[in-house]
Structures are given as C-alpha cells and as structure tokens.
C-alpha cells in the first residue's frame, strides 16, 4: 500500500473586515492571506468576513489580522477555534461586526442627508438659467466643496489607502471621474471665463460646446450623492440578508431549570452540560438538544422546519433547542450543547454558505481586476482621440470624465454576493439550508430525482394499515385483543399494533405473557389465551389471501389467534406521507423525472411508487447502501444530472455522490453533513421549494450580471464619443447598484409553495 503524509489539522478562524468598499478589495486581501504559508482564505465583500484554515504551527489569528491590516484593513476575530472542552454559549455582547456595519451606517446616512441638502439647491440652480442670480457659480462652488470632500471622503479615502498598495479598484474611478469634474470646473471659474458675472447654464443630455466654459460641479455633487445612497444601500442590504441568522441565533433559550441532587435550579444555557437534566414547562422553550425522559407533550417545531403543527414528544423522543413546549411539563436529558447543537449547525451553514463564493463570482472578481486599468485607459484615450479629432480641450475633457464615471463596476461586484445573502437566507427562514453558492447552479441543471423510501417517502415509522377479522370475529375485537399482548413488548410492529388500538379503543391489560421464539408473543386477555405472530399452517377462508397479498405488496401481516382458533390478520406497513404524491408531481412540474430508490423489497417498492405517482419502471429495489452510491453513477454515466433526497446513514454516500444531494432535517447527521440542502421539516415538499428557491436565486444572479454588464458595454462607448453628459453618467451608474440591491432583495419576498 502507498503510505501517505498525516494531514495537517488545520484550525479554523472567521474574521470580520471592515474598510472594504468593492470586491478588488476582497480580492486583494484574499490574495495577502493566502500567501501566508499554512493558509487558505476566502473573503467575502458581501459579508464582510475572510472564512480562514491555517496551520497553528505556522501562524495564529493575531499574526492573520495583521496581515489585513498592513493590506490597509482592518479586522477583528468573528468565531474562534472552537475548544475541545467545555462548551460555548451564545454571547449576550454585541456583534461587533454588526456594531461596525451599524457604525458604516449611520456615517453613510448622515453624508447622504447633508449631501442630498446640499446637491438639491447645486442642481436647480446649474440647470435652470431663471434662477442663476449674479455670481451663482461661485454659491454653487461653495456648496459642492464640502460635498466632494466631507461627502465624498469615503471613496477618496479607499482610492488614496489602494494606491498606496499599488492596485486600483472601482472607488479610483469615482474619486478620478469626480475630481476631474471638481477641477475642471476651478480651473473654468478661475482660469477661464465661467466665473463672469453673467454666467449662465442649462440643463442638457449631451455635452455642450458653446464658448461659454462650462463647469461640472453639479456632475460632482450629484455622483457623490447618488454614490452615497447606492453604499448605503448596500450597507443597509448586507444587514437585512443576515438578519434572518441573526434572529435565528436569538431563538435560543436564556436559561434552563435544571435538576442537581434533587434541587431545581435555573442555569445559563452556556453552563448546562451533556447529561444533565432539565424541566420544560407549558410555554417554555426548550434549552437545548435533548432526549425526553419523562412526560408528553406537543412541540413547536415551527422555528425549525417551518411546519405549524406540533410534533407530539413522549420518552425517548428526541427535541431541538430553541423548539417551544406548547402543552404537558417534560424532563429532558442533554445530549448536544454549544456548538454541537442543531440551531448552532444551521447557523454555521447558512454562514459558511454565505462566505463561499459562486463560481461566477469568481469570474467577476478576475474581471474586476482588470476592469479599472482598463477603463483608465479607455478614458485616456478618449482624451488623446477628442483632441486629435479637433473637438476641443472641454468637450474632450468632458467625454473622458463621462466615460470614468459611467464605468464604476459597482453593480457588477454586487451581483451575485447580494443574490447569495438574500436567497441563502430566505432559506434559512423556511427551514431549508443551502449549504454553498455551487449548490444553485445543479439545482438548474438536474434532470432527475432519486428518492430514497422509508423516512422520506414514506414515514418510516410502521402502522397498522388494515385490520381483515374471520367469521365470527369484530376487527375491533381482534385488534384490541392484539394490542393487549403487544403492549408487553418493544418489537417495532407490537408498537405499531398498540398505537393504533389507543386511538380508537381501550386496550385491556393481560397477564402470562411470554415471547414464542420465532413464532411471536402469547398472554392471557380476560381469561383467553391470546397468540398474535406468525401462521400455523393454512388460514381459513379469505385470510390467507389477505395475508399473501399483504406480502407481495411489501407488507408485514402477523395472525391473531383466540383460545386456539384464528381471529384475524393485522397488516403492518411503512405508510407513505400524505403529501409526497404532492411533492412528485410538483417535482415532475419542475422538470425532474422522480425515481424511488429502496432496500426495501420490490412489492413494497412498487406500491409506495404506485401510491405517489412513480412509473414502475423507474423503481429501483432491494438495493443495498453500498450499491446506492453505483446506481447515482449509473444514472450520471447515461448523462443524468441526478438530484437525491435521503435521510438515513445508508443514504450518505449516494448523498454525496450525486450532483445534488438535500438531506432530511429529521434524518442522521451523517446524511445531513453529505449532502448539500438540508431540508429540517420532515416534508418532501420542502425538496420543490429548496429547488425552487435556489433558481430563483441563481436567475437572480444571472439577471443582475446582465445588467451590470450589458449597463456598461452599452454606455461606454456612448461616453467616449461624446455624447453623455458627465452628471446623467453619474445618476446611471449609481442607479445601477441600487437597482440590484433592490433586485437581490425581492428574494426575500420567496413563499413556500405549500406553507
């Protein structure tokens, strides 16, 4: 066998950066990170955050934000390494990444307001010549200095701290177009004949080229404002994207009444460890993930999975933290605390989802790069070309202002990470986790949808389906005669036997019980011996072919006999769920061909399939978990791109190996950690809207990229030959990252189909 090198285990720390104001400069601090030996980052504008593994031996958190700092940001510690003991509670303190995007905020609000004052009054009175007094460019003047150097100062603060690292980005071309417009317009007052007393000006589309010079404060002031209210609204958009995580977070529990020595006392979630005990009353919330040891109850789970009705609990049960008790008192003992909680995982995957980026992203973030430098270029050759054409220093000097301005690729950093934050976190909300950005685009391009059986189609939990009582017999009587037995034992089917006999009758007690080996269990019910298992020879009259045709469509029939005779047959069966015939065909609406795929024997196979809606030539059965994974990569050989839904640890494997797995959030971990949707109700339905959701979201994307792109491969050239005014270039651009701001968020308006 080759032997391999031990991995490095590699720690895992979540930075907040502050200071970034396009993706060039995500780029660029991703870049100082990963040439850091024993590091791999990826930043992420949107959020604001570097998601970094690092090598401990080679380099620590502090030496990592000391990197983004000397790249000219700054950074703070989001999520430290989790330790290996004890455990974390959530912090009561604020989020500092919050606080500083609350911070950016507020400063960028107030620049927007006192600039929006100020520009009103700028724009009047440079576009209408009836009310341009004597000497009006110079109040004119005097009210767009502070906007383009106090309002304007984010941008010619960003663009001076990347000249210093060398780089541009897409804040050089606002702080070149705006003080192009700012300079020119000093040297027209005092150099040229713009600042006459009897100056006038008029508003126009295109550039005029009377010999009058003309100046551009308005164009300054009105970039700057509209710039302004397009970052705002950028920072105001990132808050609202992570507010659903934020509220998630919030949905847990402050404290727990637990049990020590026989002593209630109530205690911060952080402090509660594994094994300890605590008691649920009516309307409280659960404080972490436990068992039920003792009481029932209804659960509201609605946080969760986003289903309305409760899940009723009784010993045994498992509950999630933060889930509400909404009827009878519980004890539950802990099995998850901190971050191995289920609320604290679906946070994590909403956030790590978040951080990643799209592989269209990743094309943009390249494009960017090179964009800047690029539309430089355009402008300065726009200059050179105006002036060898004879079109004179002002309207040469205009056409290359219009073309920096109007080419800020503001819009197409904010395509896709908006569309992300929003779309990812909408899930959240519904109850459905998309785990990464790459997720989307094989929800657009699946074809076909293998369904595993039990827990997903079905319920996986046996009931009784049909009660078949022989001559002389009441199927009430037999089922309750049954019941009766079973409830001495904890076999799956006896369970299946008892609940269906306390929903509709009362079950008598019985006495002398004793388990038959491999024949079934016997006791004594009101003086009659009970035996409830399987057959003795031929069964009489219509029982044996109940009882055959039980089997060949996947049933378990068990025969109940009374003081020696046969009283009746009690089919068993794996129910299928009420609303995955619904989710089959919404499926199929959505272009997927369904396919069931099961260990279970081909009978059953075929009617669940039949149940739902499934051709029983795409039913696979009797397949072992091993053999799951080669069927996904059957389908993938003959060109299918396959989606699979699971819930079991059998499913893991095929979960990962297809090209889009969603797990069942009430399966196993193990399945849920494969696969790359999580779906936490238990409703194959939410399958259709985690599909749904996540094409929305990437046509989102894709609607967002064609704007942005075909915004300025369409008005670049329209500025170099001359024919934009330099402000509507402005008003343009800034329009256009506001419009896909407002775009992305639209997402949050996503409904479930069936909620």
């Known amino acids: 066998m080759t032997q391999t090198q031990p991995a490095v285990d590699l720690l895992k720390v979540d930075l907040g950066v502050t200071g970034m104001t396009c993706t060039a400069c995500s780029g660029r601090v991703e870049r100082k990170l990963n040439k850091v030996d024993g590091v791999e980052a990826t930043v992420n504008f949107a959020t604001e955050s570097a998601s970094i593994s690092y090598d401990p031996a080679r380099v620590g958190t502090t030496d990592l934000i000391e990197v983004v700092r000397d790249a000219g940001y700054d950074a703070f510690a989001l999520a430290a390494e989790k330790e290996t003991s004890g455990t974390e509670g959530a912090s009561t303190s604020e989020d500092p990444h919050e606080a500083a995007r609350r911070r950016e905020a507020a400063d960028l609000k107030h620049r927007l307001t006192v600039s929006a004052l100020l520009t009103v009054p700028i724009v009047l009175l440079s576009m209408i010549p009836a009310l341009q007094f004597t000497n009006w460019q110079w109040a004119v003047l005097t009210m767009t200095t502070p906007v383009f150097f106090w309002g304007g100062a984010p941008f010619h603060k960003a663009t001076w701290l990347n000249l210093r690292q060398g780089s541009f980005t897409m804040d050089t071309l606002i702080t070149l177009g705006t003080s192009a417009a700012y300079l020119w317009s000093l040297w027209a007052l005092f150099l040229g ?100 040891t003792e009481g029932s109850s209804a659960v509201d789970e609605s946080m969760l999975t986003g289903e309305s009705v409760p899940v009723e609990v009784t010993p045994g049960s498992r509950v999630t933290g933060a889930t509400i008790n909404a009827s009878g008192r519980l004890l539950v003992e802990v099995t998850r605390v901190g971050a191995d909680t289920t609320l604290a995982q679906m946070a994590r995957l909403v956030t790590d989802a978040q951080a990643k980026k799209a592989p269209v992203q990743r094309l943009v973030d390249r494009i960017s790069q090179i964009f800047v430098p690029v539309v430089i270029v355009i402008s300065l050759l726009t200059l050179a070309v105006q002036l060898a054409l004879g079109a004179g220093l002002a309207p040469a000097f205009t056409a290359a202002v219009a073309v920096l301005i109007i080419a800020c690729p503001c819009a197409l950093g904010l395509a896709t990470p908006t569309a992300l934050l929003v ?12 785990k990464g950005p790459e997720v989307l685009e094989s929800t657009r391009r699946a074809d076909t949808i293998v369904m595993d059986k039990t827990g997903t189609v079905t319920e996986g939990v046996m009931s009784v389906s049909t009660v078949d009582a022989a001559a002389g017999f009441d199927a009430g009587e037999v089922l309750a005669a049954a019941a009766a037995v079973e409830a001495a034992s904890e076999h799956p089917i006896a369970r299946a036997v008892v609940r269906k006999a306390e929903q509709e009758l009362t079950v008598p007690e019985v006495s002398d019980f004793r388990n038959l080996a491999g024949q079934g269990v ?45 009283a009746g047959v009690l089919t068993v069966r794996d129910t ?62 003959e060109g299918r791109i396959v989606a699979m839904v699971g819930d079991g640890v059998n499913d893991a494997a095929a979960l990962a190996r297809a090209d ?33 959701l996540s094409r929305r979201t990437l046509g989102t994307i894709k609607g967002n990229l064609f704007w942005a792109f075909a915004y300025n491969v369409l008005l670049i050239p329209v500025a170099a030959v001359g024919l934009l005014n330099p402000m509507l270039a402005g008003v343009a651009m800034a329009f256009s990252s506001v419009f896909v701001v407002t775009n992305s968020l639209r997402l949050r308006g996503f409904r479930s189909a069936h909620q």
Do not use: C
């Not at 779309?423 to 998309?434: M, N, S």
């Not at 072919?545 to 025969?559: I, L, N, S, Y």
């Open 660 to 692: 889009l797995g969603l797990a069942m959030g009430a399966g196993t971990d193990v399945a849920i950690e494969a696969s790359d949707i999580t779906l936490m109700n238990n409703d194959l339905r939410s399958a259709v809207d985690a599909i749904r």
């Open 576 to 637: 299928v769920k009420a609303t995955s015939a619904e989710a089959v065909a919404q499926l199929r609406e959505l272009g997927l061909k369904p396919m069931l795929l099961t260990g279970d024997n081909a009978g059953a196979a075929r009617a669940v399939a039949a149940e739902v809606g499934i051709a029983p030539g795409d039913v696979i059965a009797e397949v072992m978990p091993d053999d799951k994974v080669a069927v996904v990569e059957k389908l993938q050989e």
């Open 522 to 566: 016997t006791g004594t019910v009101d003086g009659r011996t009970i035996i409830v298992g399987r057959p003795d020879g031929q069964l009489p009259g219509q029982l044996q072919e109940v009882f055959d045709r039980a089997q060949e469509q996947g049933g378990t029939p068990v025969v109940v006999s009374v003081d020696g005779r046969v």
């Open 423 to 434: 779309g990812t976190g909408r899930g959240a909300q519904l109850g459905l986790l998309i």
């Open 193 to 292: 004949n713009a600042g006459h007393p009897g100056m006038t000006m008029q508003m126009h589309l295109f550039p005029s080229d009377t010999t009058m010079d003309e100046i551009y404060l308005e164009t300054t002031a009105v970039v700057i404002t509209f710039l302004l209210l397009g970052r705002w609204f950028e920072v105001k958009a990132k808050g609202q994207s992570s507010e659903a995580l934020r509220r998630l977070l919030d949905m847990g529990a402050k404290d727990a009444a637990v049990l020590r020595d026989g002593h209630e006392i109530r205690l911060p979630v952080s402090q509660l460890q594994v094994g300890d005990v605590f008691i649920v009353r009516p309307g409280e919330k659960i404080a972490t993930d436990g068992r039920v």
